[in-house]
């Protein structure tokens, strides 16, 4: 028979409360030993050890070359401490090139992060699963092919007598738009432009798809339920659930823009006239073309600054707009 005070504690006790006992409750209050904490760090030396030797340490090499006038061929290098920098602010080509890369970084935000997140949201909206999956296959293969295969393959594409693009437009009577495509000022970067999205698309649309795919099926047919079309449940719903990705995808997107090499390289080599230049071609210019690494050390500087500040102000924006689910 059980004791009266231990009856009125049990019927004072709150409905779906559960017991833990107190040793339970000491070991969740109770903080990790330190062999624990060191058993951890020890995990993490490998890791650390290969990304300060690859990434860490060849950067403070570069900062410290950015400082020097050094011939990589006969060897001699001489300290002129900002004079390198100096020259870089005074230097046209590299603001052209500056600019060439926000267009680049501007043009692909808008297809490779909205505009696949568009399309992603319609092949997802499909009812049939086999179409989601072909439709998905269809976009990725592009993605498949190396950025230097694709490029050569549009050099060949934008080529003013033979290529396939200016054949199309005269079979569809508006040969008089017919040019060459890389050999113009006015067209060549955005030839490029348009290559590298044709290339890159499909990786985002798989990307934003595996977001759209996470979402819980429950809370969009409750959306449709309550009478709300597939634009506004993608707007209320799977816009703000998949935030996460989309400030991800914002952060490589632009770091990528800022960073992009093989395309321009294979397709004009900056040209002509340096209008499709490129931070990274014009830094390749100043290290392999003027035997100057320390210029070129110089720009890289500049673009690690660049993506890393543009970086950073996209993930703090993100996490302000976290969405909790």
Do not use: C
Not at 221 to 250: C, K, N, Y
């Amino acid at each position: 028979m059980q004791a009266p005070e231990a009856t009125r504690e049990r019927e004072a006790r709150p409905l779906g409360r559960v017991d833990v006992p107190a040793s339970v409750r000491a070991s969740r209050r109770r903080p990790p030993s330190s062999r624990t904490s060191v058993s951890g760090l020890l995990w993490l030396v490998p890791a650390l050890a290969i990304l300060a030797l690859f990434v860490y340490w060849p950067l403070l090499q570069n900062t410290a070359f950015s400082f020097l006038k050094w011939n990589i061929y006969s060897g001699q290098q001489t300290f002129v401490g900002l004079d390198n920098y100096v020259a870089l602010a005074q230097d046209p080509v590299f603001w052209k090139a500056l600019g060439n890369n926000a267009w680049y970084a501007g043009i692909s935000v808008v297809f490779q992060v909205f505009g696949a997140l568009i399309l992603a949201a319609i092949v997802e909206g499909l009812r049939s699963e086999r179409w989601r999956k072909v439709f998905r296959s269809i976009y990725f293969i592009p993605s498949a092919i190396s950025l230097t295969v694709a490029g050569l393959l549009f050099y060949f594409i934008y080529q003013p007598r033979t290529g396939l693009l200016n054949v199309f437009l005269d079979q569809i009577g508006l040969g008089r738009f017919d040019q060459a495509w890389l050999g113009h000022g006015g067209t060549a970067l955005f030839a490029v432009i348009a290559m590298s999205q044709w290339q890159g698309f499909g990786y985002s649309v798989l990307l934003f798809s595996v977001a759209l795919q996470r979402i819980p099926q429950e809370l969009l047919e409750a959306a449709q339920l309550d009478g709300l079309g597939p634009v506004r449940r993608f707007f209320t719903i799977s816009l703000p659930l998949v935030r996460e990705m989309t400030g991800l995808m914002m952060i490589l997107t632009v770091s990528g823009a800022f960073q992009v090499f093989n395309e321009v390289m294979v397709m004009t080599g900056g040209g002509p006239d340096n209008a499709s230049q490129v931070l990274t071609t014009w830094l390749y210019h100043a290290g392999f073309g003027t035997n100057d690494f320390g210029s070129a050390a110089t720009i890289g500087v500049a673009i690690f600054l660049i993506t890393l500040l543009l970086a950073a102000a996209q993930l703090g924006y993100s996490r302000r707009r976290r969405v909790e689910w």
